[in-house]
């Protein structure tokens, strides 16, 4: 087939293998699939497809991306989103948030490049007031928070709404945390799209693996992405590691060995940076957690 045959297009929702691409500069969207073992690709992906009939295509190449956020175990990567310009991560003080899951999502997108807000959701909990100064630490880091309750459509209209305006954000949390009725929220026809979507593949349901990006009304894009309960980092070096921790760079300087790894040695600023309070001792922690899991992972 010839070049003007193909179309090019957005991923906007993938649901294991399958995916549904819009087409640019059209209304049109595309049940896409991929040919052969050809795996790893996002909601958010610009890719070329070749046209199938009216409504279906074959994904015939990925291009390039911006960035790319995603997790990995020692067995497999799990893919989150490209090319966005945000992370929304959404926390709540019931069911309590885990410290070790938001550090890790942090160091994710720090090591991707990505800016993060963060959403304490129900505000409205009197146990929001501990959930906060819990943040205070990753506050410090240059992460904005914003409290507020999706109960309440005003709050987010007001506070929350704005900051999505023309961007592409990736919505992430752990479950029950609110990122469902947040989304409903934001994007009045979510809760009839998933539907659709869901009846179309014939899964009659919601399924959780699902990851589907939005059209925000107010411009900007919205991806939802299921919730999660581990955060591996495996695909990240020590040297990757080590930026995820912005924190660590000016301590990092004053290291007396060049391949300092901040655990033991010698004159290691960031021990030194740590005892002084200047570095969080939660935050050093996480680091040495990933770096052995992904040492770990590499003797197997
Ligand atoms: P998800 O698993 O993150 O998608 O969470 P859901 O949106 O399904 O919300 C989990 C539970 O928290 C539901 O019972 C919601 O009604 C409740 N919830 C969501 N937002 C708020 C909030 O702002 N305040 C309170 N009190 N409950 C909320």
């Known amino acids: 087939m010839s070049e003007a045959s193909t179309l090019q297009g957005r991923i906007v929702a993938a649901h294991g293998r399958h995916y549904r691409v819009a087409i640019a500069a059209t209304e049109q969207t595309r049940h896409c699939y991929t040919r052969g073992k050809k795996t790893g690709l996002a909601v958010g992906d610009q890719v070329i497809i070749q046209p199938e009939g009216l409504q279906e295509g074959v994904i ?9 956020f995603y997790r990995s175990d020692a067995q497999r990567s799990k893919i989150f989103a490209a090319n966005i310009d945000q992370l929304l991560l959404v926390l709540a003080a019931e069911p309590e948030f885990s410290d070790d899951l938001v550090g890790r999502a942090l160091v994710a997108a720090s090591s991707a490049g990505i800016a ?19 943040l205070r630490t990753t506050e410090s880091l240059g992460v904005p928070v914003l409290t507020i309750s999706a109960l309440d459509p005003d709050q987010v209209q007001q506070n929350l709404a704005p900051l999505l305006r023309d961007r592409c954000t990736l919505l992430l949390g752990q479950s029950g945390m609110g990122k469902s009725t947040l989304l409903n929220a934001l994007v009045p026809e979510a809760q009839a799209a998933t539907q659709m979507h869901s009846e179309a593949l014939g899964t009659g349901r919601h399924t959780t693996t699902d990851t589907r990006l939005y059209v925000l009304p107010g411009g900007g894009d919205l991806i939802d992405s299921p919730g999660f309960q581990a955060f591996g980092l495996h695909h990240l070096s020590p040297r990757e590691i080590e930026q995820g921790f912005p924190e660590f760079a000016p301590a990092i300087a004053e290291c007396r060995f060049y391949n300092c790894t901040h655990r033991h040695e010698p004159g290691c600023g ?5 005892a002084s309070g200047a570095i969080s001792a939660s935050r050093h922690a996480l680091y040495l957690r990933i770096l052995a899991e992904n040492e770990a992972a590499k003797r197997f």
Do not use: G
């Not at 190449?61 to 960035?67: C, D, G, H, V, Y």
């Not at 993060?116 to 819990?134: C, F, W």
């Open 270 to 274: 960031v021990l030194a940076a740590m």
């Open 116 to 134: 993060v807000q963060i959403v304490l959701n129900k505000a409205d909990l009197p146990s929001t007031a501990v959930a906060r100064a819990r």
């Open 60 to 68: 015939t190449q990925t291009l390039p991306r911006r960035n790319l």
